[in-house]
């Protein structure tokens, strides 16, 4: 572990609810990054880099207050670079995928970057989204709470979406140990928009997940072709290996040969959320530690890391494991912009987007 790390985390340790930002490398694009650290009050903390909101460390405590660092991260910048972009960052413009890169709006035909080959897709909003940009960042202290705010002004014509957008992202900590995400944007020009955060998890800190609980509220979920491109109109969960209304184990049923399901392969779909408003969607649990869901979002993409490699190191070289740790993001259903069936996420000028997510951490 580089010795920067060390020494903020140090800080963090001794009470320090904000501490001062160091060095954190730089990015291929030539941008300085920096790192943060967030302690709340009632136990849990953050290490968070401004390339892309990334979170580095987040510290749960179990019941008698030992901490686990239950998510990915790297040692500096460096580590996303050679790995996967997306471990923990702000997702953005378009979460998810496009299919064939491509869509239509107001009668103008919107060509994107195709950045997920295999599948033929605009992934998480091309060769360069929004987890791959430094942003404005400023920490603050409010009440019992802690935070920060990420900021940034994204141009028309970047990854080929129309519109100029500015966007702000706040994370909140409370005493409650809940991470708080607000989601808020404004443009000038129609543009597609849905953000999201692609925090990873195991509540064990180690090993798979294969053996942890999850529960995901949805009666219903999105068939895709071989391309993970929605087909159809939603399906049943019922007798699928897709129906996670009461705890399963993620590995009891990953390698069941519906075909939908190995497109993946395994886990890598979106369940269109039962209710509306502000609500639980799910939950992780460890042996020791859980996570809920809860959001105002129609639809939860479950992806179970099967594209994570063995020889993969994170943080003090640790390996990551394949399927050893998994992401639940919030977010509209993938390739919106092409299924006028779906629910728009067209923002356009004069509105405000918003949404809220919260990951609720506990001791069991």
């Known amino acids: 572990m580089k010795k920067i790390a060390l020494v903020t985390f140090a800080l963090a340790m001794a009470g320090c609810c904000c501490v001062p930002s160091s060095d954190f490398g730089t990015t291929k694009y030539g941008e300085k990054a920096r790192l943060f650290t967030l302690r709340g009050k009632g136990g849990l903390v953050m290490q968070v880099t401004d390339a892309g909101g990334k979170v580095v460390r987040l510290l ?60 033929h897709a605009n992934l998480h909003g091309g060769k360069r989204g929004w987890d791959a940009y ?28 129309p519109g100029k957008v500015d966007a702000k992202v706040v994370y909140t900590i409370t005493p409650e140990n809940v991470w708080r995400i607000e989601y808020s944007a404004t443009t000038d020009k129609t543009t597609p928009l849905n953000m999201t955060q692609h925090v990873y998890f195991n509540m064990n800190g180690e090993g798979t997940i294969l053996d942890q609980e999850l529960m995901i509220d949805a009666d219903k979920y999105l068939v895709v072709d071989s391309d993970l491109a929605p087909v159809g109109e939603p399906a049943s969960v019922e007798g699928t290996p897709f129906d996670f209304r009461t705890f399963h184990k993620v590995g009891e049923r990953i390698n ?5 399901l190995q497109y993946g392969p395994g886990y890598d779909h979106n369940w269109c959320l039962n209710g509306e408003g502000f609500r639980k969607v799910a939950e992780f649990r460890g042996d020791k530690r859980a996570v809920e869901v809860w959001t105002d979002q129609p639809g939860l993409q479950f992806y179970a890391g099967n594209f994570i490699k063995d020889e993969w190191k994170m943080k003090g070289g640790r390996p990551m494991h394949y399927r050893g740790w998994l992401a639940l993001e919030t977010q509209h259903y993938p390739n919106t912009p092409n299924r006028p069936d779906f629910a728009t996420i067209n923002l356009k000028p004069g509105e405000t987007y918003s949404t809220v997510t919260e990951y609720r951490f506990k001791a069991r």
């Open 134 to 161: 430094v942003w404005d960042y400023e920490q603050f202290e409010d009440g019992d709470n802690v935070g920060a705010v990420f900021t940034k002004t994204f141009p028309d014509g970047e990854g080929g979406f």
């Open 60 to 119: 749960v405590p179990d019941a008698a207050g030992e901490l686990k660092d239950v998510t990915i991260g790297f040692d500096d910048i460096s580590g996303w670079e050679k790995t996967d972009p997306y471990f923990g960052a702000i997702i953005g413009r378009v979460g998810n995928r496009i299919a064939n890169g491509r869509f239509s709006l107001d009668g103008v035909d919107y060509v994107l970057d195709q950045n997920d080959a295999d599948h």
């Open 256 to 260: 069941d040969p519906d075909p939908v």
